[in-house]
């Protein structure tokens, strides 16, 4: 499992200087907003669907 400084690392490269969708969302409530990178939680969650998908590719090339 990748850690929330490789996952971090690695969107640096993107061209352009563009978003994700996601990364739209946050400046609605400024309080939240703020509680929310905060957190860190954007970078957690993404480390966490990383691993689920790996985790499911893995299962895909077993059945294969």
Do not use: F, H, P, W
Not at 11 to 21: E, L, Q, V, Y
């Amino acid at each position: 499992m990748k850690t929330v400084k490789e996952v971090l690392a690695t969107g640096a490269s993107k061209k352009g200087g563009r978003k994700g969708g996601g990364s739209r969302k946050i400046g609605r409530n400024k309080t939240k907003c703020a509680r929310y990178r905060g957190e860190g939680r954007r970078e957690k969650n993404k480390v966490k669907k990383q691993a689920k998908n790996a985790k499911r590719e893995a299962k895909d090339k077993l059945r294969r």
